[in-house]
């Protein structure tokens, strides 16, 4: 259990790092710096000063030009998490955090990680395991009290399973804050500099290899400059321009950091702070309901999870947008960024959020039947002979369900999925996962006996699962099976959060459709073009018009991702010791024999 005590704002510092802030200048005389240290206990004591003044203003510039261009990877594994911080005024956070974690387990199944505050002290509570193991006891649930808090479930991840590295993550100064992070940044070798130098505040040394503990530290140590900074105007009081402080600093750390965040913050004395990147590259979203006592709040990865707590979605958080709602339940936006129209991973759509989610005021839903239509026509185009459409459960029922229709087909559940196997795509390794495809599934010879069957699967990653499924239905008795798969090839990783960062471990990296239908095994495949795919998106909600695509085009909407940071990324990366021997149906024009996948 962790505590923190409340303090007031101006004495939550220390003066220890201020040597790293000194400058010698002649715009402001020694006389300032003592009225200063005379209103902030931050100054008093021993005072490193020896120049005549104090400049503190934020590194921003120099930092920006003296990493550019950006080239080095980060030593980070990738992930995709999902996040909601809640806000009552009528009882406790942590049942309604437990059950919207619930709704969100499919975007994390490592840790779970749960704190409060009772606007005295922290509670906390997180550990490795599903949402339901994690917190196992109503015991543990009850010493989470508090009407405000945060949670977060996180995919696993290679060097990285360690309850060190569950979030949230926690830093003791300024105030104390908590935060949650859903995404993975790009500068974050860059970050690490920055904050283990003479420009950080405090030298900051941090416990993990997360990038989001980096986030959570360059934001801590804006806000140091930001309370420095009101401290030399002589009529600005820190206490009572909290939020003022917390935009401006989130408006700087949002200059500093580069990649995909969306985050959480619970800080303790101003309240709950939410803030997404300046692309909306991963989802946060808002919700409302009323209380008794006034307005409640909700802030989630996906809005799947307000429904079994009572909250109805209100919007999107937009791209640079920072939202704080304070102790009272008043809710702040400001926009830290200029805004712009939001570029949204479309794997989302695709593979990560729950069909029942609205994302950037589009239906995860109808964006999968969207993609059975435009899909379909592909196929009729085929002139394939086909006896039955059957899905590879669970994502890809709706493209599934609407390729029927669309081609007057029968739909079949031929494949029978063990509902207590995770995810082979998010399992560390390569044994784990073909281990877990054969406890995962199994093909019914009532449905597929004698037939001509198209699978449909919602992406065909690294092509192991896909080529044992294709070997379950032929001993199931089918006598040809097609592949249809409702996203373009997946050739390049995404390194905005989602856990694939090796080029080597993706079947169509290097290879043309004819010949991955080859490794796969199967009797024709066909695959969703990108124009289609983004075509969906744009006819759901026309003010989107791009989509971050860059799994399948290899470009990257943040600008800083080049050759050099994909060979580092490779080279520290999940997958560089994983591959497996092609076999099966191989053509004449195969790339080498061995992939990693």
């Not at 919007?315 to 009272?328: N, W």
Request: with cysteine; charged share 20%.
């Amino acid at each position: 259990m962790t505590t923190c005590m409340h303090v007031p704002f101006s004495t939550a510092s220390s003066h220890r790092g201020l040597s790293a802030a000194v400058r010698g200048c002649s715009h402001v005389g020694g006389k300032a710096v003592r009225q200063v240290a005379a209103r902030s206990p931050f100054l008093q004591g021993p005072s490193p000063v020896r120049g005549s003044c104090l400049t503190l203003s934020p590194p921003v510039r120099q930092f920006q030009s003296a990493h550019r261009p950006r080239t080095r990877a980060p030593r980070d594994v990738t992930r995709a998490c999902g996040i909601i911080g809640v806000s009552t005024q009528e009882s406790d956070a942590n049942l309604e955090i437990y059950e919207g974690l619930l709704m969100l387990q499919h975007r994390g199944q490592d840790s779970a990680g749960i704190v409060t505050t009772d606007r005295t002290r922290f509670h906390e509570h997180k550990g490795n395991g599903l949402v339901k193991d994690v917190f196992d006891s109503q015991d543990v649930l009850g010493k989470l009290t508090g009407s405000t808090g945060l949670g977060h479930v996180r995919y696993p991840t290679a060097g990285s399973s360690s309850v060190q590295e569950a979030q949230p993550f926690f830093v003791n100064s300024p105030l104390g804050i908590y935060l949650i992070h859903n995404g993975n940044l790009t500068n974050t070798d860059a970050l690490r500099t920055l904050l283990n130098s003479s420009t950080s505040f405090f030298n900051r040394c941090m416990r993990t290899s997360s990038d989001s503990e980096v986030l959570l530290n360059v934001l801590a140590d804006e806000i140091h400059r930001a309370h420095q900074r009101c401290l030399l105007e002589d009529a600005c009081d820190p206490n009572r321009k909290k939020l003022d402080l917390v935009a401006e600093a989130v408006a700087a750390t949002m200059k500093l950091i580069q990649g995909a965040y969306s985050c959480i913050a619970l800080i303790n004395g101003v309240g709950l702070l939410a803030f997404r990147d300046p692309h909306g590259i991963r989802p946060l979203v808002l919700g409302r309901r009323v209380g008794r006592r006034g307005e409640e709040w909700c802030v989630a990865s996906e809005d799947c999870a307000f429904g079994p707590i009572g909250y109805e979605r209100v919007r999107d958080v937009a791209p640079g947008e920072m939202i704080l709602i304070d102790d009272g339940g008043n809710l702040v936006s400001r926009q830290c960024t200029p805004l712009v129209p939001a570029t949204p991973c479309i794997f989302e759509y695709i593979y990560l959020a729950r069909p029942d989610s609205v994302l950037n005021g589009i239906s995860v839903y109808n964006f999968q039947l969207g993609l059975g239509t435009r899909l379909a026509a592909s196929i009729r185009a085929r002139g394939w002979d086909i006896d039955l459409v059957c899905p590879v459960p669970d994502g890809s029922r709706p493209a599934a369900i609407q390729i029927s229709a669309e081609l007057g087909l029968p739909y079949r559940e031929g494949l029978v999925k063990n509902r207590y196997v995770g995810r082979t795509f998010i399992m560390p390794s390569q044994r784990l996962r073909e281990v877990s495809v054969r406890r995962k599934l199994n093909a019914m010879p009532a449905v597929f006996q004698g037939k001509s069957v198209l699978l449909v699967d919602d992406s065909i990653v690294r092509g192991t699962t896909m080529r044992q499924i294709v070997d379950m239905v032929r001993r199931a008795g089918a006598a040809r099976v097609y592949l249809a798969s409702a996203s373009p090839p997946v050739r390049y990783p995404n390194v905005y959060g989602v856990d694939m960062p090796n080029r080597g471990e993706f079947v169509a990296h290097t290879l043309s459709e004819e010949q991955v239908c080859g490794v796969l095994a199967a009797d024709g495949l066909v695959y969703q073009s990108v124009e289609d795919l983004v075509g969906v998106g744009r006819e759901l909600n026309p003010a989107i018009q791009a989509f971050d695509d860059s799994c399948f085009t290899g470009r990257y909407v943040t600008g800083d991702i080049n050759e050099t940071y994909m060979r580092n990324l490779e080279e520290a990366g999940r997958g560089k010791d994983r591959g497996f021997k092609r076999a099966g149906r191989a053509g004449a024009g195969d790339a080498p024999a061995t992939i990693m996948a």
